[in-house]
């Protein structure tokens, strides 16, 4: 962490004004980036829009939100793909597809970890520095999600 100082990324709605009307995220993104081995904390929505983030160096902070649109556009065409080849079949007959509960990607300079909530379209995003932390955070995620659900718009499955 560069003096103790964490980056704060704006808020934003769609169409890329301020969005103040996000207080619940702040504490969350602070319990996440406390977890050990977390280098960003990010709530986003399912466009790839980053709605607020934290991290521990700008640098970092710019690197996963360029990560992080391009990993939910490959996300969405994946979901495609998976309910275009669903075999079973679901409540009313539609066919059903795998929903993942999280993603996990393994970069250079650590992983990223990728868990949608439940009942919107927000996706939650924490960066770690090593792969050995990934256990610890996902531990992390679950307790910190169940408690915040209200604050974020639904819980997550991790």
Do not use: C, W, Y
């Not at 808020?11 to 207080?23: E, K, L, N, S």
């Not at 996706?123 to 770690?128: E, R, S």
């Not at 995620?141 to 659900?149: C, D």
Request: cysteine-free.
């Amino acid at each position: 962490m560069s003096g103790g100082s964490l980056v704060d990324a704006e808020r934003a709605d769609r169409g890329g004004r301020p969005d103040p009307a996000q207080p619940g995220f702040d504490a969350v993104l602070d319990e996440l980036l406390a977890v050990r081995g977390a280098t960003v904390a990010a709530v986003a929505d399912g466009g790839g829009v980053v709605l607020a983030s934290r991290a521990a160096d700008e640098a970092t902070l710019r690197r996963t939100t360029d990560v992080v649109t391009s990993a939910l556009a490959a996300a969405t065409a994946l979901t495609g793909l998976l309910e275009d080849g669903a075999g079973g079949a679901g409540a009313g007959g539609q066919a059903t597809a795998p929903v993942p509960k999280q993603v996990m990607l393994n970069l250079d300079d650590g992983a990223l970890l990728l868990v949608p909530l439940t009942t919107s379209d927000h996706v939650i995003v924490l960066g770690l520095a090593s792969e050995a932390d990934i256990g610890r955070a996902r531990f992390a995620l679950k307790s910190i999600l169940a408690g915040s659900a209200g604050r974020l718009g639904g819980g997550g499955r991790v």
